[in-house]
């Protein structure tokens, strides 16, 4: 399994962010260095984006490096401790930042706990907005400012990463535009998020404080073993839950979107262009959020406050975990 990472070295003073694999032993293998050393072309990975832009060389390059650590034959500036590095978002500057609504149950759920019927158009396109790809977050401490403090929410998703340009982009062929997946929390102000939406230009402030994504990423050729065809595109069946303060609250599975990723990227490719490193979110999975929660009676008026701590845990895709702290 390739479990793709950015991260920075606690012990340089560069803050130079670098690609890296983890291994299952808890190890973090430095891509360029073990590339270098197995007699490749270095800059294929100088950074996330790059490493998806040249998948066809830098996947096979990535399961060498694994075989290589395995079998002891990567020298040892190729290889560092986990405890000795800053784990990242994977990708820390997406190129853009889209955000689905591909869960039925979630969006009727809702609807319902507004005490309106569900919306027919759901079922006519998968619809998105942006949000901010300049405020995303990996794991660890989520700085949060105290306007956004009220009603703070969490939700439960899973996002893709494009691999490659395209437009006009057919659902049938759009699952070859993936290079892979990882698990996103699309934090959410509800206070200020509700009141903005009245002005019916969708969610603005009330998202745009934060995105966390990763620990890592893992490319769709690792998950063939979870995944299910279809004619309207892939999907994947891998149970998603969240946790906060080491209590359970969400159970959900990623293989119930009602629009897979691929009729997304038919809808968001219509009429433009896409390229590599872009993310796309799902979604949030049924019962992956306060606002759902809470309007269903299944906790009581709860949301977020500074010192949560929030876990996210997706079959294959890890746990990304973070600590609401206070932004003053």
Same mark, same amino acid.
């Given at each position: 399994m390739i479990k =793709? /990472?950015? &991260?920075t070295n606690k012990n340089s003073s560069s803050h130079l962010i670098s690609?890296? =694999?983890i291994t299952d032993d808890q190890k973090v293998i430095h891509y360029m260095n073990a590339s270098q050393s197995l007699g490749h072309d270095p800059k294929l990975g100088l950074s996330m984006i790059s490493l998806i832009e040249n998948e066809s060389q830098t996947l096979p390059i990535c399961f060498e490096i694994l075989e290589a650590y395995k079998n002891k034959k990567l020298p040892e500036p190729s290889t560092l401790p986990l405890h000795s590095v800053t784990i990242l978002a994977p990708i820390p500057r997406p190129v853009? !930042?889209?955000d689905g609504? #591909? &869960?039925r149950q979630h969006v009727e759920a809702a609807r319902r706990n507004r005490g309106v019927p569900m919306i027919p158009e759901f079922d006519h396109f998968p619809v998105f907005y942006f949000t901010n790809h300049l405020a995303v977050t990996g794991p660890?401490? =989520?700085k949060v400012s105290p306007l956004a403090q009220e009603k703070l929410d969490f939700e439960l998703e899973v996002a893709i990463v494009t691999s490659k340009s395209g437009k006009n982009i *057919? #659902?049938?062929n759009a699952d070859e535009y993936i290079f892979g997946? !990882? /698990?996103m929390n699309d934090w959410s102000a509800r206070a200020l998020q509700m009141e903005e939406m009245k002005l019916n230009l969708g969610p603005a402030k009330g998202k745009d404080f934060a995105t966390s994504l990763g620990p890592y990423l893992v490319p769709r050729k690792c998950l063939e073993n979870k995944r299910i065809s279809g004619d309207k595109g892939e999907r994947y069946d891998l149970n998603m839950k969240c946790f906060v303060n080491n209590i359970q609250v969400s159970n959900g599975n990623l293989k119930d979107m009602s629009w897979t990723f691929a009729q997304i990227l038919e809808r968001v490719s219509y009429g433009v262009n896409i390229f590599p490193g872009e993310v796309i979110g799902s979604g949030t999975v049924g019962t992956g959020c306060f606002l759902e929660l809470n309007g269903s009676k299944i906790t009581n008026n709860q949301w977020l406050? *500074?010192?949560d701590v929030v876990r996210l845990e997706v079959d294959e895709l890890g746990v990304l975990e973070n600590t609401i702290r206070e932004d003053k």
């Open positions: =793709l /990472i950015s &991260f690609v890296g =694999l853009s !930042m889209r609504y #591909a &869960f660890g401490d =989520l *057919p #659902a049938k997946y !990882m /698990i406050k *500074p010192g």
